[in-house]
């Protein structure tokens, strides 16, 4: 898996695509897509050019006209039977919650619940964005029993250590800083799922 912060798919949106194909990545979280959510032309076309590539797409832009945010995965048709899931999520947060199917299954895990977010810097809505990741977390669990967890996100100033509450064998497994000035890890993957993954790498 991968977790991309974009600032902007529509301009690298060639270049994410070889990146996917080249790296050989099945799973892709995209965070900061910028994509806008009323033009359905915008939308149509980014999953076009993906296609192209043999890439599938689904997001959950930001929504009203503020410029930024949103998020996305992008993952391998060949791999994966993943569908978003129908989730009411309150119009100031940023998250997308998706039921990943493996077309060949290892082990007992025959399903995972992929969640996607953003939390833009200074946000006032982090403890609501908390709270529903974790109820909402809590339910998918107990509605698809025996499933893994994938969270992955840009967190910026959001406390991510409350979602362990969820699950104690949910793991954050980026160690080390992911921001520019290289004393923060802002960018987060937890899962339950984390002794059948290798160490994660900085791209």
């Known amino acids: 898996i991968s977790l991309y ?3 902007s798919i529509w ?12 790296r050989e990545t099945d799973l892709c979280f995209l965070t900061e897509v910028w994509e806008k959510k009323e033009n359905k032309r915008h939308q149509y076309s980014i999953e076009e050019m993906l296609e192209m590539k043999d890439i599938d797409y689904i997001s959950s832009p930001r929504p009203g006209s503020r410029r930024g945010g ?8 060949e791999k994966f039977q993943v569908s978003k899931l129908s989730i009411d999520v309150p119009k100031t947060l940023e998250c997308l919650f998706a039921l990943v199917k493996p077309n ?14 953003y939390s833009p810097p200074r946000s006032k809505s982090n403890s609501r ?19 893994g967890i994938i969270i992955c996100g840009d ?4 406390k991510v250590d409350a979602l362990s509450s969820v699950d104690p064998a949910l793991k954050q497994v980026v160690t080390f800083p992911t921001n520019k000035n ?3 890890t802002l ?9 059948g993954y290798q160490e994660p790498t900085k791209l």
């Open 104 to 117: 060949i299954t290892h082990g007992k895990v025959r399903q995972i619940i992929a969640v996607c977010f």
């Open 155 to 158: 967190r910026n100033d959001l």
């Open 187 to 195: 960018d987060i993957i937890m899962t339950d799922l984390n002794s």
């Open 70 to 77: 949103g998020v996305a995965l992008a993952f391998s048709k």
């Open 5 to 7: 912060n974009m600032r």
């Open 182 to 184: 290289l004393n923060k």
């Open 129 to 147: 964005l908390i709270d529903f990741l974790t109820t909402t977390i809590s339910r998918l669990k107990s509605e698809h029993n025996g499933c």
């Open 11 to 22: 301009p690298k949106i060639g270049n994410l695509a070889d990146d996917i194909n080249l």
